[in-house]
Structures are given as C-alpha cells and as structure tokens.
C-alpha cells in the first residue's frame, strides 16, 4: 500500500531535477502530479498505519512504531505540503522551495522506510506468524 506514495515521492525528487536542469514546463506538471500522487496515496496508507498503531498492544509497545509514526507524519506533511505549493501554478515556486522540499522528503523517507523494514523483519509487524511456522515445518 506504501510502495506507490514511495515510489510517486522518489520521483518527484527527479522531476524536480529534471525541471531544474532543463527548465520544461512538462517536470513542473510531473512533478504537481506525483505530489498529489504521494500526499493522498500517503494519507491513505497513513491511515491504515495509524489504525495498527491504536489497535494492536503489541505494536503500541515499540519505540521503533512510535519514531515510524512521527516520521511517518512529518513526511505526510511535507507532502501535502509541495503539492499544496504547486498546486497554483506547477513553475512558480518550484525552484527553489520544491525542489528543496522534494530533497527534504526523500531524506525523510530513507529513515522512514528503515524503521518500518525494522519492524516488519525484527518485530515481525504484519507478518501473519502461523504461516511462517508452517513453512518452516515443511520437508
């Protein structure tokens, strides 16, 4: 459900770039796009976190899930933030307040997505345990 807001941010970071080496109107319009595309694609799935973080007491418990929920929302922010800014006029204040905004943003998410990589491979988040089990119990 994250990999596309991801993935939409990630790219908005090159089109930002892409607009600011060569000045084409069409990484302005990429890049309102794949703003929008990464704030409510983002919402979504924050929502979805959100709901695992107030209703599983397991998952309440760790420092990890608590530092990946603000991050997680500081990151949302941002997002909503740079399609917010562009949503006007795409060229106008893209450089240099979304273009910095878009290099915020993709720092952000590296740290993110390692603390959510930490709590799925050494927490076993959302991980369903009876199939792993099961596999390992195979021949």
Known sequence: ?????????????????????TRDAFFARASLWLAGIGAIGGLLSGMAGLLDLLLVRRIRRLVTAWAHAI???????????NFVL???????LLLPWGLY??????SLITI????????????????????????????
């Open 1 to 21: 459900m994250i990999h596309f807001p991801v993935a939409a941010l990630i790219l908005l970071l090159g089109s930002d770039v892409g607009y600011a080496l």
């Open 101 to 106: 905004l878009s290099v915020l943003t993709g």
């Open 112 to 139: 993110t997505a390692y603390l959510g990589a930490q709590l799925v491979y050494e927490y076993g988040v959302g991980v369903h345990v009876e199939s792993i089990e099961e596999r390992q119990q195979l021949p």
């Open 86 to 92: 562009r949503w006007n006029d795409a060229e106008a």
């Open 71 to 81: 991050l997680a929302v500081m990151l949302l922010s941002l997002a909503a933030m």
